[in-house]
Structure formats: structure tokens, C-alpha cells
């Protein structure tokens, strides 16, 4: 059913999401998530397309708002989260939410209560599938303000999948968490493998508007149509050519890189890799527009390990292991460097990790340079 769905053109996400709906049941949930990411992502499109006019640019407040990870907060940072948020919590059906500009998961119990007392009911979640959703509102947003492409990250995970959960976490004063609590509970259902993932997708916010995703089951890209205001099916079953001629690295970090990757780089740059082609640098710093390149065009793209940052610089949970979930539905790779990406379990909601993904044969001659070292 859904290569019948994606041999079709014409195809609103909309009706997209209701027949895979129909032909699957158990995605009913995952359709009014899918619903709600898609008008967040109209939204974000606007407030991104608009900023310079709307006074929206810059930092946030006097420029003192920094998130968790020491980042300051652009003023789309914080609202195109807000966006966000707001759109999945009325859902009812997330149990929480993490996101890159929120210190700690997000409990959506309290919310899912008023509707419980309002239909006289003890059960706080309605029947069906509950999940947890992570997302990295705005990504690339150091480069909003100058119109370059930004885009939105997000990856779903089933609720109650938290057994095997490496809790580490500590509250803000250094005492160790009570397992028991709300807050380690939410921490729990949200450290979860990419393996995990039922979903994950990007919208970029460029020329065009583009929102790519999966279930699972391949990729597909979808183009919103302004003057419809609808997502359409521009991108059935997105496949990434086997191999590229393009690698994608701040390569201002190169002489701090792993030998490794300063290896790798250096014969592609000079026509000495497994293609014998000197192969061209393409970066913009925004991963999403990055990783939409590398899914069309392919070639290999990155943000290793380096001698300042021993974990690179991507976030696990809302940057590389969506990306890695879509990267391989497309028949491409994810790695650290050797090591597959879907595979790492999170001890940190922000927790950061080497990403190394891209065409297969890329990748993987990248990998056999990790292999050759210790
Ligand atoms: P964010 O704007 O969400 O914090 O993410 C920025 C990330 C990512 O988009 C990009 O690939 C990378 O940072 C760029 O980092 P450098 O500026 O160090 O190259
Ligand atoms: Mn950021
Ligand atoms: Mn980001
Ligand atoms: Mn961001």
C-alpha cells in the first residue's frame, strides 16, 4: 500500500497521511502528529519568511537567553519551539515532548488531565498509541537573520519503550534523580535508540518549502504549494545515489579532526579516493539544507569528532539520529565514524555525537579509514 500511495501524483500530505492511515490502523496517532508538524511547519515557513519584515531577526530579549547547551537564543529560536510545542501538546497523543531549546523533556500529563475532568473520565490518555516526540525547532538558526536555508528536525518514538533506559541524569543541583519521580520518568521515555524511531523527518525552509520523512518504510518528499497552502508529493521514495562527488564538513575544523577524517578529506581533494575523482566542498551550516543536498544529489556530509569537541558538535536525539533514521530509509549511511548512528543509546537528552552520514559508498569508504586506525 504504500508503494500504491507513492506511484501517485498530485498527492496532498494530508491525503497522504489519511490513506496510510486507512490501510494501516495502527498509524491512526501518527496521523494527527503528522497533521500538526505539517501546520508547525506552514507556520515556521511564514515567521522565517517574514522575519526581516515582522522585526524577528536577531536575539532574544537583550540577548541574554541561553538554552541548555550554552547556545544564546535567537528570537525564532525560541518562538519557532513555542510553535512547535504548542502544536503537538493538543494532539493528546504525546505523553512528552523534547526539544534542543527546552533544559528537560517536557510532561504532557498536566494538559492531558484538564481533558480527562472535562470528560468526567480517570484515564489521562485516551485509548490508542502514545509517543514522544523530539525536535530541534530551528535548525541552522545562526544563519536565519541572513536568509540562508534554516529547517525544522523531528523524530517520534513509541511511548513506553524506556526499559532498557541508562538513567544517569542528575537534577540541577548534582543530586541524583529519584527513579521514581516525574521528571526521571519522562528523562527515561525519552533516551531512547534511534532503532526506536517510528518517524522522523525535516522541513527545509528554502526557495521552497520542503517536508521530507519517514515512517519506516522509505522516504518521501513533499513541497509546499503556496498557493494551495498544501504539502504535495513532489519526492516519491527519495533514494540516495549510491555514491556522490560531494563532501560537506566545516573544514575550518580540520587540522582539530581525528587523522582519519583529515586523511579521507585530503584524497578526495585530491582525486586519490575509490572514484579517482576530485571531489567538490559544499556547506552551509544548516544540517537540515545539508542533508537535503546529500539525500538529492548525494556525497557525504558531516560533523566529525575533533580534538575541542571529542563528541562533535550534532545532538543525538533531535539532529543525528532523525537524520540517520531517513539517511538509511534511503538506502544510505550513518555512522560516528565507525559505528552505526540508529544504535547509540542515549544517556542525555542533549547528549552530542560524531555524524558522519551519506551515499553508501561514501560513507563507507570514509569508515574503512576509521577502521585502518586503532
Ligand atoms: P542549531 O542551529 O539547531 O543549533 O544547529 C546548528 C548545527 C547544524 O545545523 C549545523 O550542521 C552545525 O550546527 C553547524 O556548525 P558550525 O557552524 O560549527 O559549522
Ligand atoms: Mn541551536
Ligand atoms: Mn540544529
Ligand atoms: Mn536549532
Not at 82 to 105: H, I, N
Not at 150 to 171: P, Q, Y
Not at 228 to 244: D, K, S
Request: hydrophobic residues 35%; glycine residues 8%.
Amino acid at each position: 500500500v504504500f508503494d500504491e500511495v507513492c506511484e501517485m501524483s498530485g498527492v496532498t500530505l494530508t491525503r497522504y497521511m489519511m490513506e496510510i492511515s486507512r490501510a494501516n490502523p495502527h498509524l491512526k496517532e501518527i496521523e494527527s502528529l503528522m497533521n500538526s508538524i505539517q501546520t508547525a511547519c506552514k507556520t515556521i515557513s511564514s515567521l522565517v519568511n517574514r522575519a526581516c519584515i515582522t522585526k524577528m531577526t536577531g536575539y532574544q530579549d537583550d540577548g541574554c537567553s541561553i538554552n541548555v547547551q550554552g547556545e544564546q537564543q535567537k528570537k525564532l529560536d525560541v518562538l519557532t519551539n513555542d510553535v512547535l510545542k504548542k502544536a503537538l501538546r493538543f494532539t493528546g497523543r504525546l505523553t512528552v515532548l523534547a526539544s534542543e531549546e527546552e533544559d528537560e523533556p517536557v510532561s504532557m500529563e498536566d494538559r492531558e488531565r484538564i481533558y480527562a475532568d472535562l470528560r468526567n473520565s480517570d484515564v489521562v490518555l485516551e485509548e490508542g498509541n502514545k509517543y514522544v516526540a523530539c525536535f530541534d525547532p530551528l535548525d541552522g538558526s545562526s544563519n536565519v537573520d541572513a536568509s540562508i536555508p534554516v529547517g525544522t528536525i523531528f523524530g517520534i518514538f513509541a511511548s513506553g519503550e524506556e526499559t532498557e533506559c541508562l538513567l544517569d541524569d542528575e537534577d540541577l543541583d548534582g543530586t541524583p534523580m529519584d527513579p521514581e519521580s516525574r521528571a526521571a520518568k519522562c528523562l527515561m521515555s525519552t533516551l531512547q535508540p534511534g532503532t526506536n524511531l517510528v518517524a522522523a523527518g525535516y522541513c527545509l525552509y528554502s526557495s521552497s518549502a520542503h517536508l521530507v520523512f519517514t515512517l519506516g518504510r522509505g522516504v518521501n518528499g513533499f513541497t509546499y504549494d503556496t498557493h494551495i497552502g498544501e504539502f504535495v508529493l513532489t519526492h516519491p521514495n527519495i533514494r540516495i545515489p549510491e555514491r556522490g562527488q560531494i563532501y560537506s564538513f566545516n573544514e575550518a575544523n580540520r587540522w582539530d579532526w581525528d587523522s582519519p577524517m583529515q586523511e579521507y578529506v585530503t584524497s578526495l581533494q585530491m582525486g586519490q579516493g575509490q572514484s579517482g575523482k576530485r571531489y567538490s566542498s559544499r556547506y552551509i551550516g544548516s544540517m537540515v539544507g545539508d542533508v537535503h543536498r546529500t539525500l538529492l544529489y548525494g556525497g557525504i556530509f558531516g560533523y566529525p569528532a575533533d580534538a575541542q569537541n571529542r563528541d562533535g558538535k550534532l545532538r543525538l536525539l533531535y539532529e543525528a539520529a532523525p537524520m540517520a533514521f531517513l539517511v538509511e530509509q534511503a538506502g544510505g549511511l550513518a555512522l560516528t565514524g565507525k559505528n552505526r548512528i540508529m544504535e547509540i543509546r542515549p544517556r542525555g537528552v542533549h547528549q552530542r555525537v560524531p555524524c558522519i552520514l551519506g551515499s553508501r559508498l561514501d560513507v563507507e569508504e570514509c569508515r574503512s579509514f576509521y577502521n585502518a586506525s586503532k
